[in-house]
């Protein structure tokens, strides 16, 4: 039986938050290539997990 794949991916998690003119919040979007890579393999079924970090 083969072995079942797994992808994990670590780094920082990135929010892009994106404002307005008047500095008003309209959209926040996650990403970074990795994350990218990740998000798409786990529409083509396969088992995705990160590992980040936050800094304040």
Known sequence: MPKEKVF???GDI???NIYD?????IKQDGGGCN?????NLSLMGE??????SARK
Do not use: K, M, Q
């Not at 003119?21 to 919040?25: A, M, R, T």
């Not at 994350?35 to 998000?39: C, E, G, S, V």
């Open 8 to 10: 994990l991916s670590h």
């Open 35 to 39: 994350w990218n890579d990740l998000y």
């Open 14 to 16: 990135i929010l892009d």
């Open 47 to 52: 088992n995705c997990y990160a590992l980040g």
């Open 21 to 25: 003119e008047n500095l008003v919040l």
